[in-house]
């Protein structure tokens, strides 16, 4: 499936972004779809997760309360709500999609579809 993310920006700390992940020429289906970022000189990690399928929703204890994953069936989207942004929270961030149980959806090797990433920047 490809996937293309959209919703990035520049912000200032307090502000919220909503970053959307679509699934182009194809559907979710069953896969799960995970939401990643990545900031300079560091590793990619997960920040959240939800199974297109069904209605479990997984998050980083760091954006736990403040970032919300969510499906929309009309769009065949994956949405990303991100409140209360702080500097922390700059990075590229990317959506995946692939056939991962709940137990495995925080590590990024075990997506097979990525899209090409999308920057947020979070700053005053």
């Known amino acids: 499936v490809q996937l293309v993310e959209s919703g990035g920006g520049l912000v200032q700390p307090g502000d919220s972004l909503r970053l959307s992940c679509a699934a182009v020429?194809?559907?979710?289906?069953?896969?799960?779809v995970g939401w990643f970022r990545q900031a300079p000189g560091k590793e990619r990690d997960f920040v959240a997760a939800?199974?297109?399928?069904?209605?479990?929703?997984y998050y980083a204890d760091s954006v736990k309360g403040r970032f919300t994953i969510s499906k929309n069936w009309a769009k065949n989207t994956v949405d990303l709500q991100m409140n209360w942004l702080n500097t922390d929270d700059s990075a590229v961030y990317y959506c995946?999609?692939?056939?991962?149980?709940?137990?495995?959806?925080?590590?990024?090797?075990?997506?097979?579809?990525w899209g090409q990433g999308t920057q947020v920047t979070v700053s005053s």
């Open positions: 995946a999609a692939g056939n991962v149980i709940a137990s495995s959806n925080r590590r990024p090797s075990n997506y097979h579809s």
């Open positions: 939800i199974r297109w399928s069904g209605g479990n929703t």
């Open positions: 020429g194809s559907t979710f289906g069953g896969y799960t």
